[in-house]
């Protein structure tokens, strides 16, 4: 069966939008309508006029937009593409952490389950973090989750001192410090480019720190550098698809991890096969049951508002 052929019939009928993000393999991020980070991805859900969403990404964006577009079809190409991230905060323990802290505003990164974002205050993107944290008032103290990582650059930007939950992404904390110094000193002339979930040392060797399309943009204002990129490999595929001149290294990660360069397996449990059987089924689909879905809402729909 000729699989593109076959989805772009069934999204013609169906009438159906397929949004993907950067880290899916390059055959879905080519057959997407739209392919971006986080922020674009839930920009997207909440404007389309479309009946079915495929959402070509992992479980948590896929429920982002379901919480947004509560009458649609909102299906995920594998029901298991998770996060370590948003496994990283389990709703009660983070209720409880909340509840022993009043006073403090919940700002939550988007990567989170749908009872997490019902805890929050407001929910943001690696893209637009530091807005949405400068938007707090001063002398307001700010919890912040899941992404320990990311809260700490945070901190160290905004100067806003944080309660951080201890949660991470196994892919960003997958890079090889000692790999990464070998590589740049046989290769001197590459910039080291980072996504603000890896690590603290890994990010203070970066000339540019930033969310996926972030650092997809900074590589086309610089086309003529090169660069070793420190984020899930997938990215390399848009970087080279609009810069085919620029030279790009994935960031090596440790021995032991499934592959050499870093590759997030929730994301890659999606394929072209899983996506056309979603598709022709509209399963499997994502539900978010009210009132959990009215609660989700609201900080999503601060991001969105602050984001414009
Ligand atoms: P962004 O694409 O929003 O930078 O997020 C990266 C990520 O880890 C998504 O899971
Ligand atoms: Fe989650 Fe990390 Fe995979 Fe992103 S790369 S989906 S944060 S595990």
Redesign the pocket.
């Known amino acids: 069966m000729d699989l593109v052929k076959e989805i772009n019939r069934l999204r013609e009928e169906k009438n159906a939008v397929i949004l993907a993000h950067y ?1 899916q393999e390059g055959a879905i991020q080519d057959i997407a309508d739209y392919v971006g980070d986080s922020l674009g991805l839930s920009q997207k859900a909440a404007e389309t006029d479309a009946d079915i969403i495929v959402f070509a ?2 479980h948590f964006m896929a429920e982002t937009a379901k919480i947004l577009n509560p009458t649609k079809t909102v299906v995920l190409p594998d029901l298991n593409a ?5 496994d990283s905060c389990p709703p009660e323990a983070f209720k409880e952490f909340t509840e022993r802290h009043p006073d403090h505003v919940v700002i939550t990164y988007v ?1 989170c389950s749908a009872e997490i974002k019902a805890l929050s205050d407001i929910v943001c993107t690696s893209s637009n973090a530091l807005k949405i944290v400068n938007s707090i008032p001063k002398d307001t103290p700010i919890i912040f989750a899941p ?1 320990k990582n990311l809260g700490r650059y945070i901190i160290k930007e905004t100067g806003r001192d944080m309660l951080l939950w201890d949660g991470s ?4 904390e997958a890079f090889s410090m000692d790999k990464l110094i070998e590589l740049h000193k046989k290769h001197p002339e590459y910039k080291i480019i980072a996504h603000p ?1 890896s690590e603290e040392h890994i990010l203070n060797t970066a000339t540019y720190i930033g969310s996926t399309s972030g650092m997809i943009n900074y590589v086309k204002e610089h086309q003529e550098e090169k660069f070793i990129v420190a984020t ?1 490999a997938g990215i390399l595929h848009k970087m080279q698809l609009e810069m085919p001149n620029t030279e790009l290294i994935p960031a090596p990660a440790v021995e032991d991890n499934t592959c050499a360069c870093s590759e ?1 397996h ?2 890659k449990m999606n394929t072209m096969q899983k996506l056309y059987d979603c598709l022709l089924n509209e399963s499997p689909a994502i539900d978010v049951p009210e009132p959990l879905r009215s609660r989700a809402l609201l900080p999503i729909e601060r991001m969105l508002e602050l984001s414009k």
């Open positions: 880290y990404g992992v998770g996060c370590s991230l948003a990567n992404d992404c196994v892919v960003h979930e899930e997030c929730f994301m």
